[in-house]
């Protein structure tokens, strides 16, 4: 397609006045994760959890395969969880739940490797942006991650 045919369509789309003249797919489509890679989960998920404030809600493992998923997810302040990631109550919490996780991939083994594993998504063309993550404070709250 031409730049001006795709800008036509972008167009037609967005001015569609209900969605269903637009193929969205049926149902209720909703961000459900982002996942990240990460070196060692001993050091990741305290980050996570103990600094930032996130619950593991889930754990699915794959020995086959040599690898895990962790998911984490912020709740409502005065929320409790009282599953064990692992479970099937877990797991249907996990894809039931309305809200987004963040997983965490660890493959078997990169904790033992010296250092970086993954890029940080810091560097040209890395194709990684950031995540973020809301807090009261950016300055208190950078100064205690950085100790």
Avoid at 24 to 46: C, E, F, H, N, Y
Avoid at 54 to 71: A, G, N, R, V
């Amino acid at each position: 397609k031409t730049k001006n045919e795709t800008t036509k369509q972008l167009h037609n789309i967005m001015s569609a006045e209900t969605s269903s003249e637009v193929n969205v797919i049926p149902g209720r489509p909703t961000w459900q994760q982002t996942m990240l890679r990460i070196k060692d989960p001993a050091k990741s998920l305290p980050f996570y959890c103990d600094l930032l404030g996130f619950t593991l809600i889930d754990k699915f493992d794959f020995p086959q395969w040599k690898f895990c998923l962790y998911f984490l997810t912020t709740l409502p302040k005065g929320t409790t969880y009282d599953l064990t990631p692992g479970t099937k109550e877990s797991h249907d919490y996990l894809w039931n739940m309305e809200g987004v996780t963040l997983e965490l991939t660890h493959n078997y083994g990169t904790e033992e490797k010296e250092g970086s594993v993954y890029h940080p998504g810091n560097q040209e063309k890395d194709g990684f942006g950031h995540i973020a993550v809301n807090v009261d404070d950016v300055y208190a709250c950078s100064e205690k991650l950085e100790k």
